[in-house]
């Protein structure tokens, strides 16, 4: 069918932009989780204005639509003149996007961390910093591991939208294709099946560092 | 109701272990001045005068709410005493007096400066689950003391050897025993090198067959002169170990004294009546 | 770096009918979502080993792919198997199709949360089937699910801004084009994100309270 032959003339393209879009959702979650950290610090400090300014990062990327977060980091960084491509103000905007998220994840994971074993750190000597680097933070992200996972299948179908801000990543990719081949169905539908077989990929992995890294719980 | 005088026959030993110990009048490791302390309109701990000496052994005992944890936790600074003062080996604990006569809390950074030398043993233990028993020793060192990660390894090896789990360095605290992680707590804060102790009930969560294996590690650390002071309901540890038994009842010590004079010569009712209840529970066969 | 607060002066009717179409797209596409959402529910939960295979298989393509592929599909693909649509009917028929697999789930959820024995009590006591889910699993399931429906309605609002690319007149739309004539990208952008941030704030505000409403009303 001709259907099947122009997909799999394409393929390799395809494939091409679909190991870009994974990476890219990765490395997005890799830094939304140290931003994500940062906030959940905020959340939890003593002084009130810290702790409002996390409540109000989080309300704001979590409520504002994410295409307009994109075409907003787009149009602003140029305005007060930083120029980057346009992949790097893509990936800065999901990962702000995904910190938000991720912060009220960890916030669950930290509140079922005891508060005795903050303590137990105060007592031996260590310092604010150090807990929340060595104790608090490390158990909370392996406490919501299937949680985080869940974010990055999430972040993965969203980085479809950087498509519109002009990087050449899987959903632009199959545009561009399906414009100069005119078949869109077939294009598409190829398209959605690879975010199938990604998202696969990413469940898979996900059980893998949960086995390995999951905490177990007394 | 038994009005005689009836001595409360808990067994006192005929040897003490704190037989000629130093009991020089230096300054005092650890001193309570009319320490208080409020949660809200509750006082659960009330004007408590203290003083501990170097190498002492000091017992709290006393019922369920009589503040004897919440002491305890000032002596740490983990609850912020309202009046009084903790002086912690001649230092003001938590607190700076200022040249008017007013209070301010020191900083973070201070308090983790003088908590240094104390080291602390929880109920719960609050081992952190994410390292093994040779990480939580090993953490603090490297942290705190800032040795290399090979010095701090060696170390910790020595410290959990001392209290008998070299064999369970690589294990998580999720595999060991209550009475194991413990020990594992005990060796995490003393790879510090604390000048005194403090032990907030370090067997009540344990099943009664792995208690034994806790005290002995805290019978050798005080043998080897450590400063302690243990919140317990283990009044054989008390009678044995204690050079000093206070007994609390709600939030004041209502009597001090050594092991003899709290356990076999006790004449106060409310204590008679807790060290009955505490007979009646624990010997089985009279 | 001028900051021109005046762009939107003279916008005011074209604003408007952006923001009553990002209405209009999120209402009906919610709607239909929900009650489409509800049938497949049903079926995943009561239905025949086939007719379960294939829901479930709807279900987790429809939540494995992004949003603005499924709308390509049906926007641009839908011409070659007869399905010719305007924007408007495509995007809220996308959101319809997308929204009722998550509230698929939300529904079968909330199914499968009622202990079973009252369900048994209740037929014991000679209910129907259609009895028992109308009276007995329904009311009890609502509030269970109540806040996890509430959240993917909001989500669905936020979802709205995707019709845009598909040309479909919603606010960011009508915004971006204001942009695009006057140049003051980040000004618009600006007011456009604060725009959904109040009405996504708002919702979530008014959700909650139905949220406190409904429990109270339940547990008396």
């Known amino acids: ?218 | 109701m038994n009005n005689e005088t009836t001595p409360v026959s808990l067994e006192t030993p005929h040897f003490s272990i704190n037989q000629g110990k130093d009991h020089a009048t230096a300054t005092p490791m650890v001193e309570l001045r009319s320490v208080s302390k409020r949660f809200g309109d509750l006082a659960v701990v009330k004007s408590v005068d203290l003083s501990v000496r170097k190498s002492e052994v000091v017992c709290l005992i006393g019922p369920s709410g009589s503040g004897k944890s919440t002491l305890l936790r000032c002596m740490a600074f983990l609850e912020a005493y309202d009046e009084g003062e903790v002086l912690i080996e001649g230092e003001l604990l938590g607190y700076r007096d200022d040249a008017k006569g007013q209070r301010h809390r020191i900083s973070d950074r201070e308090t983790a400066r003088m908590r240094r030398n104390i080291g602390m043993v929880f109920q719960q233990f609050h081992l952190w689950p994410h390292m093994t028993a040779l990480g939580n020793v090993m953490e603090a060192l490297v942290l705190v003391r800032r040795q290399t990660r090979e010095e701090a390894r060696v170390v910790a090896a020595r410290t959990l050897d001392k209290v008998g789990l070299a064999a369970k360095a690589d294990s998580y605290p999720a595999q060991l025993s209550g009475g194991q992680q413990q020990r594992v707590a005990i060796a995490r804060s003393l790879a510090m090198d604390p000048h005194i102790m403090l032990f907030d009930e370090p067997t009540s969560s344990l099943d009664p067959e792995l208690v034994g294996e806790v005290l002995a590690v805290m019978k050798d650390l005080a043998a080897e002169g450590m400063t302690m002071i243990v919140v317990t309901h283990e009044m054989g540890f008390a009678a044995q170990v204690g050079d000093t038994v206070a007994f609390l009842d709600h939030g004041e010590i209502i009597a001090r004294g050594s092991p003899t004079d709290i356990f076999r010569d006790q004449k106060h009712p409310r204590i008679r009546q807790f060290l009955q209840n505490y007979l009646d529970r624990n010997a089985f066969w009279s | 770096m001028i900051f021109d607060l005046f762009v939107f002066a003279g916008s005011g009717t074209e604003i408007l009918s952006g923001l009553l179409m990002t209405l209009l797209t999120w209402a009906s596409g919610t709607a239909l979502s929900l009650a489409l959402g509800l049938v497949v529910s049903v079926g995943l939960v009561f239905g025949s080993r086939a007719l379960r295979m294939l829901l479930r298989g709807y279900v987790e393509v429809i939540r494995g792919t992004p949003f603005l592929v499924q709308l390509f599909i049906l926007y641009f693909g839908g011409p070659y198997i007869g399905l010719t649509l305007d924007p408007v009917p495509a995007g809220v028929l996308g959101l319809a199709v997308y929204g009722a697999a998550y509230f698929a789930e939300i529904f079968r959820a909330g199914f499968l949360a009622i202990p079973s024995g009252q369900i048994e009590a209740a037929s014991i006591l000679g209910l129907t089937r259609g009895q028992v889910v109308r009276r007995v699993q329904f009311p009890q399931m609502m509030v269970v699910i109540l806040p996890a429906l509430i959240n993917m309605v909001i989500i669905l609002s936020k979802e709205t801004t995707i019709l845009s690319i598909i040309t479909v007149p919603e606010l960011t739309f009508v915004v971006k084009g204001i942009g695009t004539r006057t140049f003051a990208f980040v000004e618009t952008l600006l007011a456009l994100a604060l725009g959904y941030w109040l009405l996504v704030e708002a919702t979530s505000a008014f959700g909650k309270a139905l949220e406190q409403r409904i429990a109270s009303h339940l547990t008396r």
């Open chain 1, 1 to 218: 069918m001709g259907a099947i032959k122009v997909v799999i003339q394409n393929l390799p393209l395809l494939l091409q932009a679909a190991m870009m879009t994974f990476i890219l959702s990765l490395v997005a979650t890799a830094i939304g989780l140290v931003i994500g950290s940062l906030i959940c610090i905020l959340r939890h400090s003593k002084r009130r204005s810290l702790a409002r300014a996390g409540a109000i990062y989080i309300s704001f990327f979590r409520g504002v639509p994410l295409l307009v977060q994109l075409l907003l980091i787009y149009y602003f960084l140029p305005f007060i003149g930083i120029d980057v491509p346009s992949l790097v103000a893509a990936v800065a905007g999901l990962s702000l996007c995904t910190a938000a998220y991720l912060a009220e994840i960890l916030r669950g994971g930290l509140l079922s961390i005891p508060v005795g074993q903050r303590e137990a750190g105060e007592m031996l000597g260590l310092s604010k910093a150090q807990i929340w680097r060595r104790l608090l933070l490390p158990q909370a992200v392996r406490l919501m591991l299937p949680a985080i996972v869940s974010e990055v299948t999430l972040l993965l179908k969203a980085s479809s939208l950087i498509s519109v801000i002009g990087v050449a990543e899987l959903t632009r990719t199959g545009q561009n294709i399906a414009a100069s081949t005119y078949r869109p169905l077939e294009i598409y539908t190829a398209i959605g099946v690879i975010y199938l077989a990604l998202n696969l990929l990413l469940a898979a992995g996900g059980g893998m560092m949960e086995r390995r890294f999951g905490l177990v719980r007394q």
